[in-house]
């Protein structure tokens, strides 16, 4: 997730993470490539749910490939749990399984 942080005058724009915090990004902030300064609501969503500190301790101990699907878990996790507070992805796990026993049992009249 490589994601360039320049802003329309060449000024690099704080990552949502640090625009929440008020506080100037760093390079090497661990947060900027998950959540650029467009994404400001995946980040209040994920904050809300995990929390920074939680989120950076997550990062800080993932290989690089895993730190990407860490990252995406826990935006998708965080937006399906802003979406339905009561389900979130338990909701959404329910409706593929439904759509999974739908699909076989038109594959049986369909086969058989």
């Known amino acids: 997730m490589s ?20 506080r100037k ?3 090497d902030c661990i947060l900027a490539p998950y959540f650029p300064h467009d994404r400001q609501r ?3 969503n994920a904050h809300k749910l995990f929390g920074v500190s939680n989120i950076t301790k997550i990062i800080k101990t993932l290989n690089p490939h895993e ?7 826990i935006i998708f996790q965080s937006d399906a749990r802003a979406n339905d507070p ?27």
Do not use: W
């Not at 994601?3 to 625009?19: E, H, Y």
């Not at 730190?67 to 878990?73: N, P």
């Not at 979130?88 to 009249?109: F, K, T």
């Open 86 to 112: 009561v389900g979130g992805c338990y909701r959404v796990i329910q409706e593929l399984q439904r759509q999974i026993e739908y699909s076989r049992a038109e594959l049986d009249l369909v086969f058989h």
């Open 42 to 44: 995946q980040f209040q």
């Open 25 to 27: 990004c760093a390079p």
């Open 3 to 22: 994601i360039s942080r320049s802003g329309s005058n060449g000024t690099t724009q704080a990552c949502a993470a640090c625009k929440y915090q008020r």
């Open 67 to 73: 730190k990407d699907i860490a990252m995406r878990t």
